[in-house]
């Protein structure tokens, strides 16, 4: 450390011409040069706190007992760090993020609500267009005595640039709208031309989501994963115009230039960790530890903000890793300690270390098998840090088996804001080890070691050093090390034979014969991952898919199965289907977490390749008895093809239900048609599926009356009319078939609501028929509710409730229900607040002046001197403590309702458990202000309906059936897709303004008391 301050004063000098550098305002015009001027942002800005000096910010560190933090960089040397990465010869590579967060030479033409940009050109590849100021530069320790002594920038003037590592002939780097390869074939650092283009179309949206996280996989692909809030249309020399949004894990050849996404969901993906056995993970920004990916999973994801779902048919996703942890947010990024220190091995051996950049600390995590994926429990923090300025926002396991951190350093943290207020000069890398003297660094280098001893390092205990002698194998084509490399396959108890196996196939060396032999290996990992190289070539042997069907009737270990499935997805129905057929018929598997949405994601793929063999699996009665084919296949098979639709997938509807040998199964294919136009009428079907299913129907008329009504079937219709006006029927029964006709806009509803409406008693059918009578344009149902709403309503207040939201969705009754306020038949008070602002959407002059009238928009009235406000509150809150016990009760009124805090509330906002609640401008911020930032998942949506209807609420779902919106109340509302005219996000918080109007200072000290209570 002593050289490292040392340099210091030099390279402050060297640096001084950056550091006073401003950057131009990237503004297009005035309104974007509004938003920047009056944005008010959100989340951990910029602080007054003045950084710790360098060489006393490791006394800022509390560690567990065992270990020792240094710090092995600091500014100028390193400024807004980003990525770390090493080399073959043990040198750091770090790409310093200092452009972020506007592009060099773009302007911005308009935001949207999420802050997104829209940018007025494409910028050029570097070395061309506008120069940005990010570097990728190498740091060395020479003398080998454990402090860097060289610093090198090898690429200058990148623009947006967040990952770079060398490998394959030279050095990738990460540029978004770009992936660049700097060809160096003699390893000197000075790139040998210009760079290629690998990859273009990443998107530019929003710079703290854009493509990041460079790294070799074990199968020689090089990946990369995607934030939330960029779009991407990616191109390579082989590979066309792939698109997708949002967060996803991605992949692309070096040799063959093929990419391909390898899986979806996560949240603001900013990480990658491959651990030894090949398994997938990634950070996030909620309060989870992360997520685990299976090759061609469908994720979970803010459908509405981030876009659906890349498959519209998957049906499902998987989420986040079940986490048993202290609920803060959020761990970005982590990685799994396998770096063979016997001290750290004992401390943290297969633990994921995982920074909290928000709370300035690092969490130890136990990976804990789960069926085919894994729960997290916390241990004892690896460290924390009183320095509120300390940012990790990298975190990786070194050749010398030690952990290291790249900290950004700033006390701002939030991205949302448009001001690039970043303090671009500091920055800092440290490196967690056992407490014991350091012993020096032995100097090595990959690229010139003998293949022989290459595959020597493949038994290292440092993981690292396991992958990269794999990867500098095949970057040389060692095809000599083969029979060595088998031989330890076929070994029954290697420690690392998997590691011999990721090089043998990079190698290209996993021939037919291994290949079986491997596939009945006792070690589930050498099984997996056989599977795994077999489905990643997309075809295989008729004998290595027999052993695959083979695999699949006696296969038991879970993560196995799960890529069998994953691998069967990718390879033709003529290899797939045989192995498909028996694990459908396994119901055991039904329990997995999984297992059965992997089954349904490799069936679906040859849904519409391959109707015909997909629908040979069914002529077999012992599917049809299975629990895994009736819950995952047969329903969602039906449902897809209805979906889709056309003469073939109808047809292939008619197969399926033809083949069905038992009432109960033709019903459950009905189901499934049915619940493709789920909320909406269903069409005219084909003769080929609609006389086979009109047979059916007349079955289950006395049967499944609601069944037959969401198919058309006009007798169960006329039925079902009957029974909804039957006061003897049972409610549920009622409420069923009125939603199922209001779904179809059936016409004769509306006169059967007419007389619920004005009929006493029975609350639940009346809520039910408020629903439905919003689906209609009928303004008698809305004269119907006003003209009895004292009587029949207003007593009950969900009843009230859900009167106010049925006139609020239309314009016409919105103004018939302004009428009743005025004439004061209702009160304001006992309107929601996102009812009224659903009135507000409609942007209608009179209506507004109109609300104004009632509802005098709060948000004005703070906004004119809000910073004045936050003074005020901020002087209360020191004058005196508060009590946490009374503010629990202030809590109770007026937060409980939508938010969870200690285990304690609603789920219509975030859980702020984890935020950052010790700091008050971020309480204040968000209370003062909630419409400048509305936290992922928990923005709301608009939904203009064909019918006139407007409807707003949570997006809960979003597939090739339609949307599921949640509003304020609870209800849900499932809207077809060709039902929807427009679907926007509102600019508007669900969180009121005006949350704290009205407290008295006491009441004030209390409530902050409870909010901010450890």
Avoid at 267 to 272: A, K, R, S, V
Avoid at 462 to 467: A, Q, V
Avoid at 574 to 589: G, K
Wanted: glycine share 6%; charged share 25%; aromatic share 8%.
């Amino acid at each position: 450390m002593s050289r490292l301050l040392s340099l210091l004063p030099l390279l402050l000098t060297l640096f001084s011409p950056f550091l006073q550098a401003q950057p131009p305002t990237p503004a297009a015009n005035d309104e974007v040069r509004k938003v920047m001027e009056t944005f008010k942002g959100r989340g951990v800005m910029r602080g007054e706190t003045p950084p710790t000096p360098p060489d006393a910010a490791p006394d800022s560190f509390q560690l567990r007992d065992g270990l020792a933090l240094d710090l092995m960089a600091a500014e100028p040397m390193v400024e807004q760090p980003l990525y770390l990465s090493w080399d073959s010869r043990g040198r750091l590579w770090v790409t310093l993020y200092r452009q972020y967060q506007f592009p060099a030479g773009l302007k911005i033409t308009s935001y949207d609500q999420h802050l997104r940009a829209v940018f007025d050109t494409i910028p050029q590849p570097p070395p061309h267009g506008v120069k940005g100021a990010d570097q990728v530069i190498v740091l060395e320790d020479t003398n080998h005595d454990g402090q860097f002594d060289s610093r090198k920038v090898v690429i200058d003037g990148l623009n947006i640039a967040t990952a770079a590592i060398k490998g394959a002939g030279g050095i990738w780097v990460l540029n978004p709208p770009y992936l660049l390869f700097y060809p160096d074939a003699n390893h000197d650092d000075i790139p040998d031309s210009d760079p290629e283009v690998a990859l273009s179309g990443f998107g530019l949206e929003d710079t703290h989501a854009v493509a990041n996280s460079l790294q070799f996989g074990p199968d020689g692909w090089l990946y990369g994963v995607n934030g939330s809030t960029t779009t991407c249309n990616i191109s390579s020399r082989v590979t066309k115009n792939i698109r997708f949004e949002g967060q996803h894990v991605w992949r692309f050849h070096p040799k063959t230039h093929r990419f391909e996404v390898y899986a979806e969901g996560g949240g603001n993906t900013f990480n990658l960790e491959i651990d030894s056995n090949g398994r997938f993970f990634s950070g996030t920004n909620g309060n989870a530890r992360g997520i685990h990916y299976d090759q061609g999973m469908s994720g979970i994801k803010n459908f509405g903000k981030h876009g659906p779902a890349g498959n519209p048919y998957a049906f499902g996703y998987f989420d986040h890793l079940e986490t048993k942890s202290d609920g803060k947010r959020f761990s970005q990024a982590f990685c799994i300690y396998e770096g063979g220190d016997p001290t750290l091995t004992k401390l943290l051996g297969n633990r994921i270390i995982a920074p909290n950049s928000l709370h300035n600390f690092v969490y130890v995590s136990r990976l804990i098998p789960t069926g085919s994926t894994f729960r997290v429990e916390d241990d004892a923090p690896l460290l924390k840090s009183t320095d509120s300025w300390f940012r990790p926002v990298d975190i990786k396991v070194g050749p010398d088996g030690g952990i290291w951190m790249a900290d950004w350093y700033d006390t701002r943290l939030s991205h949302v804001s448009p001001v690039d207020d970043w303090h671009k000069t500091s920055g800092r890398i440290y490196r967690v080890r056992a407490n014991t003297e350091p012993s020096p660094s032995k100097p090595f280098n990959l690229h010139t070691s003998p293949a022989a001893d290459l595959v020597k390092l493949l038994n290292h205990p440092n993981k690292w050093f396991r992958r990269q002698a794999g990867f500098e194998l095949a970057w040389r084509n060692a095809t000599e090390v083969l029979p060595d490399l088998e031989k330890h396959l076929r070994s029954p108890n290697h420690p690392h034979a998997i590691d011999s196996l990721f090089a043998l196939h990079m190698l290209g060396g996993l021939r037919d014969e291994l290949a079986l032999d491997l596939l009945v290996h006792p070690n589930p990992s050498r099984r997996r991952w056989v599977i795994r190289c077999i489905g990643d070539t997309n075809q295989t042997s008729p004998r290595i898919a027999t052993a695959i069907r083979e695999l699949a009737l006696r296969e038991d270990h879970p993560e196995v199965r799960t890529q069998l499935l994953c691998s069967l997805k990718r390879l033709p129905a003529s290899n797939a289907l045989p192995a498909l057929r028996v694990m459908l018929t396994r119901d055991q598997d039904l329990t997995d977490p999984r297992i059965p949405l992997l089954l349904w994601w490799a069936l679906e793929d040859k849904a519409e390749t391959d109707r015909e063999p997909l629908l040979a699996l069914f002529d077999e009665s012992a599917v049809w008895h299975s629990q895994l084919a009736q819950s995952y296949a047969i329903k969602n098979l039906a449902r897809r093809w209805a979906l889709a639709g056309g003469t073939d997938n109808f047809n292939a509807c008619a197969g399926l239900l033809r083949r069905a040998p038992r009432d109960t199964d033709r019903t459950l294919v009905i189901e499934g048609i049915a619940s493709a136009f789920q909320g909406s009428k269903m069409p005219v079907l084909p003769p080929a599926l609609a006389e086979p299913l009109q047979a059916h129907l007349k079955k289950l008329v006395e049967d499944d009356l609601l069944l037959a009504v969401k198919t058309g079937d006009k007798t169960a219709i006329k039925k079902s009319l009957a029974v909804i006006t039957d006061q003897k029927a049972p409610t549920e029964k009622r409420i069923a078939l009125l939603e199922a006709l209001a779904a179809a806009n059936h016409p004769d509803l509306p006169k059967i609501l007419q007389s619920l409406l004005k009929s006493p008693g029975n609350l639940p059918l009346k809520h039910a028929a408020l629903n439905a009578a919003g689906r209609y344009d009928d303004l008698e149902l809305a004269r119907t509710v006003l003209t009895g709403y004292e009587a029949r309503f207003a007593g009950d207040p969900a009843l009230r409730d859900a009167a106010h939201r049925m006139l609020a969705s239309r314009k016409e009754s919105s103004t018939l229900f302004l009428d009743q306020l005025d004439a004061r038949t209702i009160k304001p008070t006992e309107v929601a607040v996102d009812v009224v602002n659903q009135m507000r959407v409609y942007n209608d002059e009179s209506l507004t002046i109109r609300l104004d009238k009632h509802w005098p928009p709060v948000t004005t009235l703070l906004a004119a001197d809000q910073a004045t406000e936050m003074t005020r509150i901020k002087t209360i809150l020191t004058a005196q403590p508060g009590n946490p016990k009374q503010g629990h009760l202030i809590y109770q009124q007026r937060c409980h309702a939508c938010h969870k805090l200690f285990n304690e509330g609603g789920l219509a906002g975030p859980d702020l458990t984890g935020y950052e609640r010790s700091n008050l401008d971020f309480w204040l911020t968000a209370i003062l202000a909630p419409n400048a930032e509305i936290r992922e998942g928990f923005g709301t949506y608009i939904a203009k309906q064909k019918n006139g209807q407007m409807l707003m609420g949570m997006l809960e779902k979003q597939d090739a059936t339609g949307i599921l919106l949640r509003d304020m109340a609870g209800q849900k509302h499932l809207i077809s897709n060709n039902d929807i005219e427009t679907l926007d996000a509102s600019p508007v918080s669900l969180m009121p303004a005006g949350l704290i109007q009205g407290l008295s200072d006491e009441d004030l000290r209390h409530l902050f008391a409870y909010l901010m209570k450890p």
